[in-house]
């Protein structure tokens, strides 16, 4: 059976007369969490939104196996991509009625949920590990539980394609490692093709299966973690000097940053 692909050609875009993105081309597959780090101002949260079609770009298509996703509406993008953006808003629902919105791209006008929706709310509470938080309100959770139901909601979708905007972005530790844990458990569990965007090189570089480095809206290496995280790279992308080694524990690369290679 041929892996599940999505296919970025040539994207470019801009804001006025701000390249934001310029001809950016890659491919990912399901079940592999692609990492995509950078600067500030490097164009990772302009990618990601013009993949889910919230941004049309300029040039360029994105292609999801023999798909090309500008045909779609945005109830058909629903259905094929989940997103955890960096920032939502809570209002006081329910986490069960919270991860049901996630069902909307499938509920025609005027119709009411299914018992199917309600056994797939189940299922993701259940695969995210917050099946006992059901009738709590999203209003009285922690920030690493509401990150969990954010994911499930998406998953709520039953999309083929994750988007991440620093998920990990306010939490702690050990709620970090935890939503990364999951994330790497979904992308394998239901074949997702997961791309994440990450400003924490050390936590991208242990569980992304491939990073892809983004400078001044153009790629600047692209491949396994070993190829891209680099002395060299990081230096000439971030303006840092680092020490790279590799964990006798995760196997995973760390990045010590030393000084600034400006000084």
Do not use: W
Not at 220 to 237: D, F, M, N, R, S
Not at 247 to 256: A, H
């Amino acid at each position: 059976m041929l892996e599940m692909k999505l296919k970025i050609k040539n994207i470019s875009f801009s804001y006025d007369s701000i390249e934001a993105l310029k001809r950016v081309s890659f491919e990912t597959e399901e079940g592999r969490i692609l990492g995509i780090v950078g600067p500030n101002g490097s164009g990772k949260t302009t990618l990601l939104k013009c993949i889910n079609k919230v941004l049309k770009p300029e040039e360029g298509v994105v292609f999801l196996d023999d798909i090309n996703l500008a045909i779609l509406n945005q109830k058909e993008i629903a259905q094929k991509i989940g997103v955890v953006p960096q920032l939502s808003f809570r209002l006081p629902f329910t986490v069960f009625d919270t991860v049901l919105m996630g069902r909307f791209p499938y509920i025609k006008r005027l119709s009411r949920e299914k018992k199917e929706d309600f056994d797939i709310v189940d299922e993701c509470l259940n695969l995210c590990g917050i099946s006992h938080l059901a009738e709590r309100l999203i209003t009285e959770i922690s920030g690493g539980e509401y990150q969990k139901v954010i994911i499930a909601r998406a998953l709520a979708q039953r999309p083929e394609v994750f988007l991440l905007d620093e998920p990990t972005l306010h939490l702690d530790i050990n709620h970090q490692i935890e939503l990364l844990e999951l994330l790497k458990f979904l992308a394998q569990k239901k074949n997702l093709i997961v791309i994440m965007v990450s400003h924490d090189l050390n936590l991208s570089a242990r569980y992304s299966d491939k990073i892809l480095i983004l400078k001044e809206g153009k790629i600047y290496q692209a491949g396994l973690p070993e190829e891209v995280i680099t002395h060299q790279c990081i230096k000439e992308v971030y303006g840092i000097e680092t020490e790279i080694i590799r964990s006798q524990i995760t196997n995973s690369l760390n990045i010590i940053p030393v000084s600034s290679a400006k000084r």
